[in-house]
Nanobody, 123 residues
């Protein structure tokens, strides 16, 4: 059984930064961050493989967000810079336990999900 708990969300002004964390219990392989804004589909933000060699980003966050993980501390992170109102959403971390991710942006590839943390970008 895997448990994922996100933290670090909040209210930030446009142009600001936030760092999200995902505390992981249980064995995981690939992990990812997704986000969902009101009345929109869940969107892929970033994915990272077990050894942090494989990393992917969604087009809308490239060059602004950085995903990382610390396996020794059972943590995954999302550093978000230059935030804009379009980044407002609930952010979820997700984990694969089968080491079988092919399409990192596909929610169906992930086996476990956290409950999410709200990020609001507003002046």
């Amino acid at each position: 059984q895997v448990r994922l708990v996100e933290s670090g969300g909040g209210l930030v002004q446009p142009g600001g930064s936030l760092r999200l964390s995902c505390a992981v219990s249980g064995r995981t392989y690939g992990m990812g961050w997704f986000r969902q804004a009101p009345e929109k589909e869940r969107e892929f933000v970033a994915g990272i493989g077990l050894k942090s060699v494989t990393i992917f980003y969604g087009d809308s966050v490239k060059d602004r967000f950085t995903i990382s993980r610390d396996n020794a501390r059972n943590m995954m992170y999302l550093q978000m810079n230059n935030l804009g109102p379009e980044d407002t959403a609930v952010y979820y971390c997700a984990a694969d336990v089968d080491n079988l991710i092919v399409r990192w942006s596909d929610t169906e590839e992930y086996d476990y999900w956290g409950r999410g943390t709200q990020v609001t970008v507003s002046s």
